[in-house]
């Protein structure tokens, strides 16, 4: 009977033990108005005008959502985020579009052209842009008029390149996804709707 106690004790230790030292996962999923914030359906064509006042098309051509790992904290423990990428090609040689959305509010734009560009966007839970950090500067309108139409809850992102005073901009809403791009002062190519 004794050989018996002694079993269950060191069994019921031996759980207790390597539970003490199970590995945790955190998964942080995209929020409900994440999926939201990339307007773009796969498939669709959406149209835009160059600097040279052509038109062009830019069709969806890849709309994934997938887990990447973040972080591996102490004592094992994992963080995953989930991503979302979206990719727009043009029918023009000019101008091709990445667009990521992540689990923390956040929207990473990439314009492939003669220069690569890169742009960040901040969003609340409800959908409500904000400039957070000095990663992130630039400013929110209500409303902005874009080649005489009336776009609402705009965002605009600045980035700046190694070069100083080359400033680059990205207007942005959720409901129309990218409205206008600049380089130096130059606009590269704005929604034509």
Not at 43 to 63: A, P, W
Not at 69 to 95: A, C, T
Request: charged share 20%; glycine share 6%; net charge negative.
């Amino acid at each position: 009977m004794k050989p018996n106690i002694l079993m269950i004790i060191l069994c019921l230790l031996s759980v207790f033990v390597s539970s003490c030292f199970e590995r945790k996962t955190i998964r942080l999923e995209l929020w409900d108005v994440s999926k939201q914030m990339i307007p773009y359906e796969i498939g669709k064509n959406y149209r835009f005008i160059d600097l040279f006042d052509q038109s062009f098309v830019m069709t969806v051509t890849e709309d994934t959502t997938y887990w990447e790992v973040m972080d591996e904290y102490s004592g094992g423990h994992f963080s995953w985020q989930q991503l979302r990428d979206v990719k727009l090609q043009s029918n023009s040689s000019n101008f091709d579009v990445g667009l990521q959305i992540n689990s923390g509010g956040g929207i990473w734009v990439t314009i492939y052209s003669h220069a690569t560009l890169h742009f960040s966007l901040n969003y609340d839970k409800k959908g409500n842009f904000y400039i957070a950090d000095y990663y992130n500067y630039g400013d929110i309108y209500d409303s902005l008029d874009i080649n005489g139409k009336t776009y609402y809850d705009v965002a605009e992102s600045i980035s700046t390149s190694i070069y100083v005073g080359v400033k680059r901009a990205l207007l942005y809403n959720k409901t129309y996804g990218i409205l206008q791009v600049s380089d130096e002062g130059e606009t590269l190519f704005t929604i034509n709707n």
